[in-house]
């Protein structure tokens, strides 16, 4: 058995029954053939997940296209596929016995076409409830993915503002956008103090809509470090390491 900081079901479940954090958490459910036709049916595209995931590791994306054809976008690799039993039977051999949930696919704007999110680290300090966000970055899938994780899409990593700027969201204002993500990102902080008191560093997993809609992907408790490091902001990735140490 994992421990709940993995679980994204349960992380999901915690933020969403907070009520000022519920309208940036996107409509999720366990996996189950309800479910699943429940969401493609409201949303017309969904993201069927490993509650035990990570890395971007079997994260699938289906898209209704017309009255009996279905996309699926898994790795670099699209597939058309007619009927729904055929699907769901698809499905299921992709996933297997695993513990999956199903999530609103958010669109997501672009850069070159690829679709792109945001890793925001918020970190307090030992005696401190004083919640800060220490860094951003722009995750750029790599192409022909869906997921963001740079090794495995072998994307590219951006600062946020030349991300943003680069991006099919340039008419956007940089800095409202930014309060935006700092303001959700402190405050799924301070949520999930209430379940792990001790705990000090977040990496949440951010995207935004091509309206600038922000929505929660995932809080992660153990956030990789290799995303600032490839970055090379050693500004942002010293304050990293000394909200750290303090
Ligand atoms: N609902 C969604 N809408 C759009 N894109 C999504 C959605 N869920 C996941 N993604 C994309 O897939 C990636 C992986 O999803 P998630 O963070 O849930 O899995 P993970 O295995 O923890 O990956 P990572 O370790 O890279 O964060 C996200 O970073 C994002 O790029
Ligand atoms: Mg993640």
Redesign the pocket.
């Known amino acids: 058995m994992g421990s709940v900081t993995k679980n ?1 079901w349960l992380k999901y479940l915690f933020l969403k029954k907070y009520a000022p954090l519920a309208p940036y958490l ?1 409509e999720t459910q366990r996996m189950s053939p309800q479910a699943f036709w429940t969401l493609l049916r409201k949303y017309r595209h969904v ?1 069927v ?2 509650v035990w ?5 079997g ?1 699938i994306q289906v898209s209704h296209l017309d009255s009996d054809k279905y996309a699926i976008h898994y790795e670099n690799v699209k597939t058309v596929i007619r009927g729904r039993k055929n699907i769901y039977r698809y499905i299921r051999n992709k996933i297997g016995s695993a513990d999956y949930m199903v ?4 669109t ?1 704007p672009t850069i070159n076409e690829c ?1 792109f ?1 945001m890793r925001v680290i918020v970190q307090r300090k030992r005696k401190s409830a004083g919640w800060v966000v220490t860094g951003k970055v722009v ?1 750029v ?1 790599g192409k022909g993915y ?4 740079n090794t ?1 899409s072998k994307g590219q990593l951006l600062r946020f503002e030349s991300g943003i700027q680069r991006s099919s969201i340039k008419h956007l204002s940089v800095s409202a956008l930014e309060s935006k993500i700092n303001r959700v990102s402190i405050l799924s902080a301070k949520r999930l103090m209430a379940f792990f008191p001790e705990h000090r560093i977040y990496g949440l ?1 951010i ?1 935004t809509d091509q309206q600038g809609h922000v ?1 929660i ?2 809080a ?1 408790l153990y956030p990789a470090m290799s995303h600032f490091l490839k970055l090379k902001d050693s500004a942002m990735y010293q304050r990293i390491l000394s909200y750290k140490r303090g």
Do not use: T
Not at 103 to 106: A, G
């Open positions: 994204k996107p993201i997940k490993p995931g990570s890395r971007g590791r994260v999530q609103r696919r958010i997501r679709p999110d995750k899938a869906i997921v963001s994780n495995r997993d995207a929505s992907i995932e992660n």
